[in-house]
Every structure is written in C-alpha cells, then in structure tokens.
C-alpha cells in the first residue's frame, strides 16, 4: 500500500491517490499546499523514435524497443504505440516480430505497449500529402498483408493509418474494424465524399490533422474541412509548436472539440539529441534546432518531429482559451479511450501515474516521479 500526492489537473484539486497491488485502490481529498500535478501517465499514439533509438531503422531489434520504452518513461509517458512507417514488407514483417519479442521479454515494455501503429504503406503516392514515407514502398491496401502482419506479431498490429483514396479502402477499412483494429485515416489527397465514405466504411480517427497534406487546397469543399465537420473521426495532432501554427491549432482543437481531440509526439529518433545537422534513413540531411525543429536545411521542409508529448501538453496548455486540464486530457484520458480504458484517475485502474510541475506563466512541464502499475520507475 502507499500513498501518492499532488495536485489533480481535472478541477485544482489536491489528492491523496492510495495504490495497492498496482492498482489505484482510493482517490481521497488531501491537504492543500502540494505545488506538483499528480495525473494518469502521459498517453503517445505515435511515436517513431527518441534519443537514437529508431522502431524504422533496417534491422529493428528487441533491446531498442526496450530501451526507448524505459527512456520514454522520463518523459512522463507510461503508453505508447511504437509507429513504423511506410517499408517493404519484409521490414514491417521483422519489426513487427521485434516489438511482439520486446514485450516477451520485458514486462515493462508488455505494459507500456499495448499494439503497434502502422503508419503507411497504404498512403497517397502523391508528393506533399506523403511526407517523408518513401515513394518506392507505397502500395494498395491488402487485406492479406494485414494478416501477414497480425501472424508476425501475435495480433500486435492495432492502429493502421491510411488514405482511403485506394480503390479497396473502404472494404479494407470494414475488414480491419471487423477485426478489431483502428483505421486513421492520414497521408492522404482523398476527396471530402471519400473522406466521409471511409469513416461510414469504420474509419475512427484522422493522424495529424494538418500535415501530411498538400501545400494547397481548394478553400472549401477539402479534406480538412470534411475531417473537421465528421464528428465519427476524432483527430491527433502534433503540438509541438512546428507542425501547425497557433491559429491553426486553437481552430482545429475548437472545430473536433476536446472531446475528440488526441495530443500525439510524431517523435523521431534525433528528437532528445544535441541540436544539429543529422544524416537519417528516411529524411536524409536534417537539421535539429535548438527550438526541437527538424528540418530540411535550406527549404522551410519539416522532415519529422523532436519534442516529447510533454512539451504539447504544455503549448496547448499555454494556448489562450485552453487550460491545463484540457491538454491533460488530450495526452492521456482521450487516447485511453481509444485504446480500451486507460488514462484515467479511476479506482481500480492500474497505477499508471505521473507528477509534474508547471506554472501557465511559462516554463517548460518538468516530469517528476513516474509510477507504472504502482511502481516507481
Ligand atoms: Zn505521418
């Protein structure tokens, strides 16, 4: 049994959190004049990479994906779904095999995974809406690949992130929800009809909205518009300060509600590194700067994203119109949702949590104690 204090983000106020055997056992008022936020662990539907670690390099194995688990738990982060992008088969296939090997041999790492994200290959073949995902490696939707990838990882694969431009999207996304697993839709140039058709076929989420999109759209009807209005699709979206301007950030969070809106990391494997010029597998040159932006030297490019789900939470927390608790709640209690019941300051809940401290006049989130099922990492 042991007690865990600090300050609840959801109303201000200070509580007592009784932990038993893992899990929460009793949520009790507690004296005031603690000046940490204690809340449920940070909640990452997308992350690539951190610190040198890279789920997409060649040859994934077991010890990385154990490693960034434990260096992501500094971070506040107690879930996340490691995301492999766009690859020949046979590289999705192995590190697909190399998480699902991971989580067998660290209970650790079982417990911050609960799937995987496949991001691609089934993405718009189109410059611009791709992004960085390697041309030569998109392809149709292929049911039989979704099962090549479940046969490798045990059922491991449960976020797949597509464009539903592909003739056979809609029934790959109904065969994909039909088994259980999430279909975002991302990447993509698909047309409003399209968009709409795809979350009619299943479709639950939309990966960053407002990247991975063309440079220029008609002003309306477009895919923005259309994943904005379609209350079945609840969007992610990268706050790192980078990816979407204020303006346009404060709108969409407004236009999707937080009810359905998910803070995501998109983290690559140079974010946490010293800033600087990098040589990458898939983004070739980049730069890291000091602010956390990479990018294409020279080109105004964005070639992935460095800062940590922390940092999000406190640029939407920062944001005028927003508060702390929101931010919270888009970084653990909405992704929770979506993957079945975590994130939440809820009796009987595992004792997933994280305290912090942060001020709305500035100043960074700064992580304190972790504890994953009770258990201080
Ligand atoms: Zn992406």
Known sequence: MQSIQGRNPANGENIEVIVDDGFIQSILPAASGEDRWLSPGFIDLQINGYCGYDLNAESLTPDVVIALAQRLVALGITTF?????????????????????????????????????????????????????????????????????????????????????????????????????????GHTDADPARI????????????????????????????????????????????????????????????????RSILVSDAVAIGGLQPGVYETPVGGTVELTAEGRIGIPGTGILAGAALPLRDGVANVARLPGFSLQQAVQMATENPGRILGGRGALRIGAPADLVQFTWSPDGGDLEIGRVFICGVEQ
């Not at 590289?91 to 079982?110: E, F, G, W, Y």
């Not at 960053?208 to 759209?217: K, P, Q, R, S, T």
């Not at 300060?241 to 509600?257: E, F």
Request: proline share 8%; net charge negative.
């Open 81 to 185: 779904l490691p995301t492999l992008i766009t690859a020949a088969d046979e590289q999705l296939v192995a590190a697909l095999r190399a998480i699902a090997a991971a989580r067998h041999l660290s209970p650790l790492a079982a417990h911050m995974i609960p799937c995987v994200h496949v991001e691609g290959p089934h993405l718009s073949p189109t410059d611009g809406p791709r992004g960085a995902h390697p041309r030569a490696h998109v392809r149709p939707p292929d049911c039989d690949e979704l099962e090549r990838w479940q046969a490798a990882s045990g059922g491991l694969v449960g976020l797949v992130t597509l464009s539903p431009h592909w003739d056979d999207a809609l029934d790959y996304i109904a065969y994909a929800t039909r088994r259980g697993i999430l279909v975002a839709l």
């Open 196 to 259: 709409h058709a795809a979350a009619e076929a299943g479709a639950r989420l939309s990966t960053h909205l407002g990247n991975g999109v063309a440079g220029e759209l008609p002003r309306h009807p477009n895919l923005l518009w259309a994943q904005l209005a379609d209350d079945r699709l609840t969007a992610t979206f990268i706050a790192d300060g980078h990816h979407l301007p204020p303006d346009t950030l404060t709108a969409m969070l407004r236009a999707k509600g937080i009810e």
